[in-house]
Structure formats: structure tokens, C-alpha cells
């Protein structure tokens, strides 16, 4: 979980700041669509295609910790090549092809560990923790080696900062390369997993078909519909904070470890949420955690509040993920057979890393579009739009959903 997550944490938060960036700043001057494209339809691409490539491989022909060394091992070498190029369309095409090798992980990581442990609730948070730890240490350690100097403690987020060194934000493609670096020690590592066999008795040989079954559940439905809402707005976030933190003066340098402010507050709530799941229960749970998007885009929007206000909300990361995310993986996993818990894992995903980026990376674009006006980017009308859609969301979730796990249990 360390290295699935740092491999990711190293170059997402800085990446859409150095896309976006004018070729005279160093950056490559890609527009809003562009970026869009590149970080959010390339990753779609990668997450539909998940259930077919290691939902079905992983669930009925090789074990999960092999596909998982390959695919991760390959896509470092196709970020490090990626970290060199200039041209969007060479960008697009790389990321998809990353996109595909990676996405998948993400679910493989998850329904490894589960495959390992007896109590989903208590046991994955704890484990998951390392991932956000992991997530942290990568976006702190890069720009403290390789965009600062002379660092010294603050009491502002990001608490550690120094001199920014020349050209900066060009320095900002290298965390692709510090990624591939990552991904390939992660691996080597994933031969020391435990080992994790596919189902091959099964009655089912199409894991992802029947994994498409859960869908006669209510509950599931409902959570799936939220989920795509709140995966739009989740990819925005990604898409937009990294220029919107330079844009109200917080250096290129400080972005990544600015975001890991969320990921500080995802160690609490990860660490808390087997507690909370047992005393309020999956609806509650996760209602919280769209709230939580809800009142992080509200503050965004408010152009009045303080610079470290709108850093520090961040915080509400914490909640987003992991109550809504973490929780939503685990109330999947509970629901699905035993055979195929796998592609259950990546049929969700569909929808959370699939569906979700496409449409945030359009939306991102066309909000952007709407909000500039003679080349100024109104980020409060954005901000509150992309708000008022989680507040939609919490809503219509807290509404409709009917936690199932008895039923099922039951049959």
C-alpha cells in the first residue's frame, strides 16, 4: 500500500501546475481541455478496461501478486518516458497507455488485502493507512530534494519550505521520472507479497460478468450513482487545485506537499473508520464523506477567507476518502461472492476511475471555459459549482440508500 500510493502521490499533485504552465514559466502550456483529456480520459480508458485485464486475470488464471509486479513495473517505464515529451498528443497517448497498466492496480491492491484478512472493517483501514503514508512521504520528499534549498519550519501549510532553485516548474516533470523510479522497486517488491491464487473452480468463468450481478441490489445501485457524481468531482480537484494554489501565491514547490494536508487528515480518519462504521454504519458514513467534498469546494469558493483557510481545508480530504472511498470498497467487497471479489472491486472501479475522470475532465474544461472572462479565471463560481454538485449528491444518497449487507448475508 506504501508503494501503490507513492508511486501515484509523486506526480499527480504537481503535474497539472507544470501542464498548465506557459512555455515561457517552463511549464508546457497545455489548456484546460487539454489537461482534462490528458488526466482524465486517459485514466478512464485504463479503469473501463480494468475488469477485462486483471478483474478477470487476477480472478481466474494468475495469481494477483504476478499481474500486479508486471503491470506496475511496466508502468514506471512508460511514466519515466513520458516525463520527456512536450507534445500534447505524445502526453495523451502515454498517459492512456499508463492509465491501463496502472488503474487496474488500484483495485488489485485492494482485493489482495482483503483476500488476506478476516475483519474487513477493522483490518483493511489499518492497512490502507500505509498507502496515504506512502502518498505523503513521496510528495514531501520530492520537492525537498529537487525544487528547494535551505529548508526551514513554518507555522503555515506546508510547514517545511525553502528557496525554490532556477526553473522550478520545468524541475516539475523529473517527479514523473522520481514515480517510474518508485513503480519499479514496488515491482520488485510485490514478489514478497503473500500468494494469491485465482478462483479456477469457479462455476462462473467470466468473473467480471457476474461481478456485474450486484447490480440487483438496490444499494448498490444507489452507491454507484454517487459514485460517479462524486468521481467528477474528485478528478476536479486534482485537475484544478494545483493551479488554483499557484494562483492565490502559493509557490510551485510548496503545491505538492500543500495537498498532502488531505492525506495527513486521511491518516486520522482511516485510522477511525472501523469505529465509525460500526457505530453509524455504511449510510452515515458515507454521507459524511460527500459532505465533506461539499464543504472542502465551498470554502475553495469563498474568496474572502484567508489564504491558509482555503490550504488548510484540505483537511477535509481526510472524510473524503475515507469516508466515502475506503468505506464504498469495503461495503462492495462485503456484497460481492467470494469468486469474484476481484472483478467486483474493478467493476466499481469502472464507475469511480473510469466514468468519474472522463466527465470531470470535460466538465473541468467547459467550467473553466465558462468562467473566464478576457483571460481572468473566475476560480469562485467554479469553485461553488463544483460545490452546490456534492451537496446534489449527499442528498440524493442519504436519501435512496438502503444498507443490504443483512439480506445478503442472510441468503
Known amino acids: 500500500m506504501f508503494l501503490q500510493y507513492a508511486l501515484w502521490g509523486a506526480w499527480l499533485p504537481v503535474t497539472a501546475r507544470y501542464l498548465s504552465a506557459s512555455v515561457a514559466e517552463g511549464g508546457l502550456g497545455f489548456t484546460g481541455s487539454q489537461i482534462g483529456m490528458t488526466l482524465g480520459l486517459a485514466g478512464s480508458i ?7 485485464i486483471a478483474g478477470q486475470i487476477a480472478d481466474r488464471y494468475f495469481s494477483t501478486e ?46 489482495i488485502t482483503f483476500a488476506h484478512i478476516d475483519n474487513q472493517e477493522n483490518d483493511f483501514p489499518k492497512i490502507r493507512i500505509w498507502g496515504t503514508i506512502g502518498w505523503i512521504v513521496a510528495s514531501w520528499i520530492f520537492p525537498m530534494i529537487w525544487l528547494q534549498t535551505n529548508l ?29 523510479l518508485i513503480s519499479i522497486t514496488y515491482g520488485a517488491f510485490c514478489f514478497l507479497l503473500p500468494h494469491t491464487p485465482p478462483k479456477k473452480d469457479a462455476t462462473e468463468k467470466l468473473a467480471f460478468k457476474k461481478a456485474f450481478g450486484l447490480f440487483r ?22 485537475l484544478q487545485t494545483g493551479p488554483f494554489l499557484s494562483h492565490i501565491g502559493i509557490l510551485d514547490s510548496q503545491i505538492g506537499p500543500a495537498m498532502t494536508i488531505g492525506q495527513f487528515a486521511e491518516i486520522l480518519t482511516m485510522a477511525y473508520l472501523g469505529f465509525f462504521l460500526k ?53 462492495v467487497d462485503k456484497l460481492a461472492d467470494e469468486d469474484v471479489r476481484h472483478s467486483a472491486q474493478t467493476v466499481f472501479g469502472i464507475i469511480i476511475l473510469g466514468g468519474g475522470p472522463v466527465i470531470g475532465g470535460w466538465l473541468s474544461g467547459y467550467l473553466q471555459n465558462m468562467y473566464t472572462v478576457e483571460n481572468i479565471f473566475n476560480y469562485s463560481n467554479f469553485w461553488y459549482t463544483v460545490s452546490a454538485i456534492g451537496l446534489a449528491t449527499m442528498v440524493f444518497f442519504y436519501a435512496l440508500f438502503r444498507e443490504q449487507l443483512v439480506q445478503r448475508e442472510s441468503q
Open 279 to 331: 457505530r453509524l454504519g455504511f449510510k452515515k458514513v458515507i454521507t459524511i464523506g460527500v459532505a465533506a467534498y461539499f464543504m472542502r469546494y465551498a470554502i475553495f469558493g469563498t474568496e474572502s477567507f484567508p489564504v491558509w483557510v482555503m490550504v488548510a481545508s484540505q483537511a477535509f480530504h481526510g472524510f473524503c476518502y475515507a469516508f466515502f472511498f475506503a468505506a464504498a470498497f469495503i461495503y
Open 46 to 52: 485504463g479503469a473501463v478496461m480494468a475488469p477485462f
Open 66 to 111: 504476478r499481474i500486479l509486479a508486471f503491470l506496475v513495473t511496466a508502468g514506471g517505464v512508460v511514466k519515466w518516458i513520458t516525463s520527456y515529451q512536450t507534445e500534447y498528443s505524445a502526453w495523451l497517448v502515454l498517459s492512456i497507455i499508463y492509465s491501463v497498466l496502472y488503474m487496474p492496480t488500484l483495485a488489485l491492491s485492494n482485493s
Open 217 to 238: 441490489f438496490s444499494s448498490f445501485t444507489t452507491l454507484v450513482i454517487a459514485s460517479l457524481a462524486v468521481s467528477v468531482i474528485h478528478q476536479i480537484y486534482f
Open 152 to 180: 526551514n519550519f513554518q507555522w503555515m501549510p506546508p510547514f517545511i519550505v525553502g528557496a525554490e532553485v532556477p526553473n522550478v516548474t520545468s524541475r516539475l516533470a523529473d517527479a514523473l521520472k522520481f514515480s517510474g
